[in-house]
């Protein structure tokens, strides 16, 4: 029973999200629209599985809705601060630097998520991976002390994704 | 009569804090004077700039149109999920055209992995640069 799940939801989350995603395409939620999309969820994952063995399966979701939160008021109010670099400040006054930051995270997904975070909170864009994929290359466009955003990216998202894919 | 007129003020609001935004970031874009703090701007038009806009066009149809339209936050998740791996490439571009600063080795690991050529190419990029 166990294993006919298995092979038939080999990404239950994939499923999920793939229905949502479906459904909000539509524009309109009907229990039609719904039974197709979850056919479409099944079908999808299933006749994908080959091409990604080795998925993270300890992935918890709930410690996931803070962080998207924190996310989004973080990119809110790093706009405000870079508009206010970008309008006030004369480029001599810049001082843009290279932060290196040193990974904890493993699972690609979770550094894929960390890059991902860091490009959209204005101000630093993540630009590339060491080439064993242990430390991440960061550009911040105005940092007097670059270990300082080192820190406090270590601190505010690894932190917060180590949890999240234990 | 007066709820249709709340809700115009709403997507008027939410129009200007979007493109003010945008005007910002396309400011950033000419202002600065080298690639990488160049790149900073248009993530900043991608997240909030587009943000705005977006909210402006959810709450119009609602007021407006046909009633909840929720393709607004499909496009706010596709863009979240496209714009940092664009960014990501210029970023990868200008360290491998060296048009910027290099970066400092990194702490963990030998080099970064734009700077990692391949032992069979190193002869390639020399006789490139002369």
Known sequence: ?????????????LTLLLTVVWVLLQNSVTSGMVVFGLILGIIIPRATAVWWPD???????????????????????ANVQVAWIVL???????????????????????????????????????????????????????????DEVRDQIKDRYERRLKEIFV | ??????????????????????????????????????????????????????????????AFGDGWSIHELLIMAFLFVTAPISANFIAKVVIHKKSCETPPPPTKDETWSTLDIPEADREYTKTEKA
């Open chain 2, 1 to 62: 009569m007066m709820l249709e007129m709340i809700a115009t003020f709403f997507v008027a609001f939410w129009l200007l804090v979007g493109a003010i935004f945008s005007l910002v970031g396309s400011i950033g874009l000419l202002k600065f004077n080298d690639s990488m703090t160049r790149l900073h701007a248009p993530t900043k038009v991608g997240t909030v700039g587009v943000g705005a806009l977006l909210v402006a066009s959810m709450i119009h149809s609602y």
């Open chain 1, 88 to 146: 006030t400040r004369p480029n001599s006054k810049l001082r843009p630097a290279w932060v290196v930051i040193p990974l904890d995270l493993k699972q690609p997904e979770a550094i894929s998520i960390l890059a991902g975070t860091i490009t959209l909170t204005p101000g630093t864009v993540s630009a590339d991976l060491s080439n064993e994929g242990h430390s991440l290359l960061v550009h911040a466009l105005d940092a007097p002390n670059p």
């Open chain 1, 55 to 77: 998925r993270p399966l300890n992935f918890r979701l709930i410690p996931m809705i803070p962080y998207v939160l924190l996310v989004m008021w973080d990119i809110l109010i």
């Open chain 1, 1 to 13: 029973m166990i294993k006919a799940f298995r092979w038939l939801l080999p990404h239950p989350f």
